[in-house]
């Protein structure tokens, strides 16, 4: 089976820079992915790493390690729009190469 | 317009009856899929389709059925709606060897009250 852990919530100031973490346990792994979630709205895509290291996109930036089953969101400058609910998910070798979701971190900015 | 739509937007049913949420995408992907979101569970996996003629259960398909009656369309319905199948149902849609992130794009979500 699969299992992710993320924490549940994070509050950072708008400005700044925060890290979500995302740690896996997983029968076999093609890659970690990240989506984006506000209160209300449906899931967007906004990375996805299947090699170690560091993606950077604008703002964002996903690391992963897959020796350490681990991965984090990085979001920098941040801005009160970024409020919002970010998910980690593997994508694994079953019949789909399925998504499997992290629980979800509430990221709330503050001014 | 939206690529991809979900009917209705909401919806709030009685236990025992039998509904059906529709899904349609105009982005001409092959994969569909159906997810339930439940507050502090994420997103879990009800079923999948790679196409119209193939369909797969997912991580929580008892008390779901699903259909794929055009390549652009894919239905979820509870045969006999129980209380605690009130979550908000997301479909999403992928296309296969598009992209090797195989990112999924999501509905605006249908949530459903069982009462």
């Known amino acids: 089976g699969q299992s992710l852990e993320q924490p549940s919530e994070v509050t950072a100031v708008e400005g700044a820079i925060v890290q979500i973490n995302c740690t896996y346990q997983?029968?076999?792994?093609?890659?970690l992915s990240w989506y984006q979630q506000h209160d209300g709205g449906a899931p967007t895509f906004l990375s996805y790493?299947?090699?170690?290291g560091l993606e950077e996109t604008g703002r964002f930036s996903s690391f992963l390690s897959r020796s350490d089953s681990y991965g984090y969101l990085l979001l920098q400058e941040l801005q009160m729009k970024d409020s919002a609910s970010y998910f980690c998910a593997v994508r694994v070798p079953t019949g789909a190469n399925n998504l499997f979701f992290g629980t979800g971190t509430r990221l709330t900015v503050i001014p | 317009d939206a690529d991809v739509t979900q009917t209705p937007r909401n919806r709030i049913t009685k236990t025992g009856k039998r509904i059906m949420l529709e899904c349609s995408q105009t982005k001409g992907h092959d994969r569909m899929y159906w997810y339930r979101q439940d507050p502090g569970l994420g997103l879990r996996l009800i079923y999948y389709s790679f196409d119209v003629k193939d369909i797969n259960k997912g991580e929580i398909s008892d008390g779901y059925s699903v259909s794929r009656q055009a390549q652009a369309k894919f239905s979820l319905s509870l045969e006999s709606a129980i209380p605690n199948q009130t979550a908000l149902y997301f479909c999403?849609?992928?296309?296969?060897?598009?992209?090797?992130?195989?990112?999924?794009?999501f509905g605006p979500g249908t949530r459903l009250l069982v009462l």
């Open positions: 997983t029968s076999g792994f093609y890659g």
């Open positions: 790493n299947a090699l170690d």
């Open positions: 999403a849609t992928s296309v296969h060897g598009g992209s090797p992130k195989e990112t999924q794009y």
